[in-house]
């Protein structure tokens, strides 16, 4: 069993920055990829950005460039700082473990998850 609390979130204008934080508890999640999501009202949970055991990331087109996922081992905690942000990426940002080496980019390969966090960007 693996517990996330998201933390971070909150109101920013547009082109502000936000870091977004993930701890996790209940099991050492240094050997699994995580990944963070975002689901806006009325849409799906789609992915952002997924780190692997060994520190490589991924992320969606639209936001390379301005967000960037890592994880801190001794913290037992995984970050994603978000750059430059726009009004459309206004949206609940959840992030996961996956119990593989690596991250993916479907919800369903992902068994635990976090609360959430919301993220707002205003113009």
């Known amino acids: 069993q693996v517990q996330l609390m998201e933390s971070g979130g909150g109101l920013v204008q547009t082109g502000g920055s936000l870091r977004l934080s993930c701890a996790a508890s209940?099991?050492?999640?240094?050997?699994?990829?995580m990944g963070w999501f975002r689901q806006a009202p009325g849409k799906g949970r789609e992915f952002v950005a997924g780190?692997?055991?060994?520190?490589?990331?991924i992320c969606i087109d639209s936001v390379r460039g301005r967000f960037t996922i890592s994880r801190d081992n001794a913290k037992n905690t995984v970050y994603l700082q978000m750059n430059s942000l726009k009004p459309e990426e206004t949206a609940v940002y959840y992030c996961?473990?996956?119990?593989?080496?690596?991250?993916?980019?479907?919800?369903?390969?992902?068994?635990?998850w976090g609360q959430g966090t919301q993220v707002t960007v205003s113009s």
């Open positions: 996961a473990v996956s119990e593989g080496s690596y991250y993916s980019t479907r919800t369903e390969d992902y068994d635990f």
């Open positions: 209940g099991r050492i999640v240094s050997n699994y990829g």
């Open positions: 780190i692997s055991r060994s520190g490589g990331s």
